[in-house]
């Protein structure tokens, strides 16, 4: 676990969390720092915003899943504690924006539930805090493909909490106990 946790680290720096600003004194150029924060460049070119955030999300639905696991009578290393930790420093430490919610969106559909099962009015609190201080810090704005991603972001988050969906059990959470082509042997 620990080796496949330390390259979900490597390839993606929110599942630290971790949030690089731009400076000039510290990168060469915009593309520098496009790449230290998980840019993938071919051929010279960096890739669009839109491709890079679907790889975001799913890199955080594996980072979640991987946290919300629990297979019976095995303790998971990285479980349900490290996913409590890692909500508190992302919220405590990256700044709102369209990365960091397309990060906690992805997550919070993961691992939601179970984070819920475990604790509560405590996640709950939590879900308020990202309701009143997360999604209002978010600023819409600058590129028009950006901002309607942006929108839509903040809305499946914002849904997310009002209608209560980390209460419902998601499908495949667990392993199913016989496959369906048993059933028409």
Not at 58 to 76: I, P, W
Not at 84 to 109: C, G, H, K, M, Q
Not at 116 to 137: S, T, V, W
Request: charge should be positive; aromatic fraction near 12%.
């Amino acid at each position: 676990m620990d080796i496949l946790i330390s390259d979900l680290n490597r390839v993606c720096i929110y599942t630290v969390p971790k949030h690089i600003s731009y400076s000039e004194e510290e990168f060469k150029s915009k593309g520098d720092y496009f790449k230290a924060i998980g840019y993938k460049g071919k051929n010279g070119k960096i890739e669009s915003i839109d491709d890079f955030t679907e790889r975001l999300s799913r890199y955080m639905k594996l980072y979640g899943a991987l946290v919300q696991t629990e297979v019976g009578g095995f303790q998971n290393l990285h479980g349900l504690r490290e996913g409590w930790a890692w909500l508190a420093r992302f919220l405590n430490t990256l700044p709102a924006n369209i990365l960091t919610a397309t990060a906690l969106d992805s997550f919070l559909e993961m691992a939601g539930y179970t984070l819920y099962c475990r604790y509560k009015n405590q996640f709950e609190k939590l879900l308020n805090i990202i309701a009143r201080d997360f999604l209002n810090a978010l600023q819409e704005g600058g590129v028009e493909s950006r901002s309607a991603k942006l929108s839509k972001v903040k809305m499946s988050i914002r849904n997310y909490i009002e209608s209560k969906q980390y209460k419902k059990k998601p499908e495949g959470l667990q392993l199913r106990s016989h496959l369906d082509s048993r059933d028409y042997y």
